[in-house]
């Protein structure tokens, strides 16, 4: 079974930033994050695949950085320009597999999760 503790979320103004880390218990293949707001389904946001290629969202891209420490088996989401729209609990996902591409996230590739880190965006 494979532990994932995230950090870093909190409170910041429109236009601040904030980095998201995630550390695995031992090595994953394919990590991932994703957001949920209120009322809202479970959004990917960002996901490393092979090669060290990365999948975003449109609505992050240019904005979000996701980034990985594999010898400490650590995953990171820089967030830069943040928006009130990207106000939501943050989730660390990962697949025991590594993904040969990716078009689209789903949960459901995702066998192991974190609790989540909160992010506030005010305007």
């Known amino acids: 079974q494979v532990q994932l503790v995230e950090s870093g979320g909190g409170s910041v103004q429109a236009g601040g930033s904030l980095t998201l880390s995630c550390t695995a218990s031992?090595?994953?293949?394919?990590m991932g994050w994703f957001r949920q707001a209120p009322g809202k389904e479970r959004e990917g946001v960002a996901t490393?695949?092979?090669?060290?290629?990365?999948y975003y969202v449109d609505s992050v891209k240019g904005r979000f950085t996701i980034s990985q420490d594999n010898a400490k088996n650590t995953l990171y989401l820089q967030m830069n320009r943040l928006k009130p729209e990207d106000t939501g609990m943050y989730y660390c996902?990962?697949?025991?597999?590594?993904?040969?591409?990716?078009?689209?996230?789903?949960?459901?590739?995702?066998?192991?999760w974190g609790q989540g880190t909160q992010v506030t965006v005010s305007s």
């Open positions: 996902a990962a697949s025991p597999y590594q993904f040969a591409y990716v078009k689209f996230m789903t949960p459901n590739s995702y066998t192991y």
């Open positions: 490393s695949y092979s090669g060290g290629r990365a």
């Open positions: 031992t090595y994953t293949g394919s």
